[in-house]
T-cell receptor, first 113, second 113 residues
């Protein structure tokens, strides 16, 4: 069964610093997708970035980038120049089986001024 | 665009009562999902649907039922509510979950006492 592991329950970072949130996955599929979502304290789920297993380049979306290391089965999210508004829960997710997405336990990121 | 709309936003149930959580989307997505999120945890899949008339169980289906009579609507039914069903429930939809992100509703916070 596919499993997503986020080993950092909480992270504390100074404003304007870069931060890396870890995600490892376990899959036997050859083709799969990896997603990162942000959940602020207000509770909604916000899609941040996507990486396909066959994508040759790491995905980037503004201040978000994905450090994808296929051989190590890791898909770490990098946030550059962190802002106070980046404080939130962050979830890594991957497609499991036919169509289902499986989520990790999440990392709570706190940005300190 | 309304996106994914969930109702109600909050609900308190007594043990043994039943209710239906409503979910509708206006993006013509075939794939729809119900997740639950317990405090401080990630999302767990309850049920999903790949199109009208087709539903299947996720990780934690016990105590729930779903139906998908139209592309737009995917209601979740709780029968005989139990305290263990106290959670935040998210409905989501996607064009194709392989490479397209899930669009989430704003969630329903359910308390069973």
């Amino acid at each position: 069964a596919q499993k997503i592991t986020q080993t950092q329950p909480g992270m504390f970072v100074q404003e304007k610093e870069a931060v890396t949130l870890d995600c490892t996955y376990d899959t036997s599929d050859q083709s799969y997708g990896l997603f990162w979502y942000k959940q602020p304290s207000s509770g909604e789920m916000i899609f941040l970035i996507y990486q396909g297993s066959y994508d040759e380049q790491n995905a980037t979306e503004g201040r978000y980038s994905l450090n994808f290391q296929k051989a190590r089965k890791s898909a770490n999210l990098v946030i550059s120049a962190s802002q106070l508004g980046d404080s939130a829960m962050y979830f890594c997710a991957s497609r499991k089986g036919a169509q289902k997405l499986v989520f990790g336990q999440g990392t709570r990121l706190t940005i300190n001024p | 665009n309304a996106g994914v709309t969930q109702t109600p936003k909050f609900r308190i149930l007594k043990i043994g009562q039943s209710m239906t959580l409503q979910c509708t989307q206006d993006m013509n997505h075939n794939y729809m999902y119900w997740y639950r999120q317990d405090p401080g945890m990630g999302l767990k899949l309850i049920y999903y649907s790949v199109g009208a008339g087709i539903t299947d169980k996720g990780e934690v289906p016990n105590g729930y039922n779903v139906s998908r009579s139209t592309t737009e609507d995917f209601p979740l039914r709780l029968e005989l509510a139990a305290p263990s069903q106290t959670s935040v429930y998210f409905c989501a939809s996607s064009y194709s979950p392989d490479i397209h992100p899930l669009h989430f509703g704003n969630g329903t916070r359910l308390t069973v006492t």
